[in-house]
């Protein structure tokens, strides 16, 4: 696997691939690699000729306020993961070349980049946008593998892919759960043995309310309340049910819905979402 540190080397080892006739499969990442990182890194590997993995911890995502200075850094156990899986380039920009002093350009993404966390995170999309559209130019992939994890995140590059005609195909993954059922995150390193027993609630109560939707509750109110409910031991961040591929907010589940909820457990925001699609109404013989 080799190590690649700038934009311009990037560009020309993935240029030099192409020229072979390689497509290149991309999973950009911030580091602190587990299994859901993974699935993305093995799902280029096996699906494109040459996989790219980035790690980069992107200061434009983080307000001042949050967790930028304590994200969690393991690059040799994450280099080594990366390697194993057969990951063929490791692209490592620095903060310093990716913003340089007079940087000023920023992606907006409108639409699906509001609520949810666009709502909490207001800064968010705008560094995640921005920091994909660089790390795109630099590895210039065919595909790029990001997780159902950050659903509305997977929402609002495809839209950024499509909208400044990248021609790049945005593959979501599955989320990838502990045995127990909580989702896969760097920042469930910060949870202590309390903390990640009580963070099981989420993952709970979403899971529960798949179940209900499955057994024909149609009402988001209702469906909200309920993971709510469940996710009283959290202070809730927000519990919204919304269009899964606009992620406007819907009142009733009526067509493929994304169930999202953020919530803080001590002082670790953990956010988790399922995916829903009601079955297409029975054809009624009678009519026609
Ligand atoms: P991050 O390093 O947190 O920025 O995540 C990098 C990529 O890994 C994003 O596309 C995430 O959605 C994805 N990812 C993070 N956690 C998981 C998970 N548990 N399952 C699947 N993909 C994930």
Redesign the pocket.
């Given at each position: 696997m080799i190590l690649l540190e700038t934009a311009d080397a990037m560009r020309a080892w993935s240029r030099a691939r192409r020229a072979e006739g390689h497509t290149i499969g991309f999973?950009?990442?911030?580091?602190?690699?587990?299994?859901?990182?993974a699935?993305?890194a093995r799902a280029a590997v096996r699906e494109c000729g040459v996989a790219v993995a980035s790690i980069f911890v992107n200061p434009a995502q983080f307000a001042p306020n949050e967790d930028f200075d304590k994200y969690p850094r393991t690059f040799e156990a994450d280099r080594a993961m990366l390697e194993g899986i057969g990951v063929h380039a490791l692209y490592l920009p620095s903060a310093r070349d990716m913003y340089p002093e007079s940087y000023s350009t920023y992606v907006e993404v409108g639409g699906v980049s509001q609520g949810l966390c666009g709502g909490s995170r207001p800064h968010f999309f705008r560094g995640v946008a921005t920091v994909v559209t660089k790390l795109f130019n630099a590895v210039e992939p065919d595909r790029a593998?990001?997780?159902?994890?950050?659903a509305q995140?997977?929402a609002v590059i495809r839209r950024m892919a499509r909208d400044l005609d990248t021609g790049i195909e945005i593959v979501q993954?599955?989320?990838?759960?502990e045995a127990d059922g909580l989702?896969?995150?760097?920042r469930n390193r910060y949870l202590g043995p309390e903390e990640r027993t009580r963070a099981l609630c989420i993952s709970r109560s979403l899971f529960e309310a798949g179940r209900r939707m499955g057994g024909g509750l149609k009402d988001a109110a209702a469906v909200a309340a309920g993971v709510r409910e469940g996710m009283a031991e959290t202070r809730i961040d927000y519990v919204e049910l919304v269009d899964a591929e606009t992620m406007r907010p819907v009142a009733a589940v009526d067509r493929p819905v994304l169930l999202a909820a953020a919530a803080w457990v001590g002082d670790t925001r953990l956010i988790d979402n399922i995916l829903f699609t009601p079955e297409a109404p029975k054809e009624d013989a009678s009519c026609c």
């Open positions: 999973a950009p990442t911030m580091g602190a690699l587990h299994e859901g990182h699935s993305l593998y990001f997780g159902q994890k950050d995140q997977c993954m599955p989320i990838v759960r989702a896969m995150s760097s």
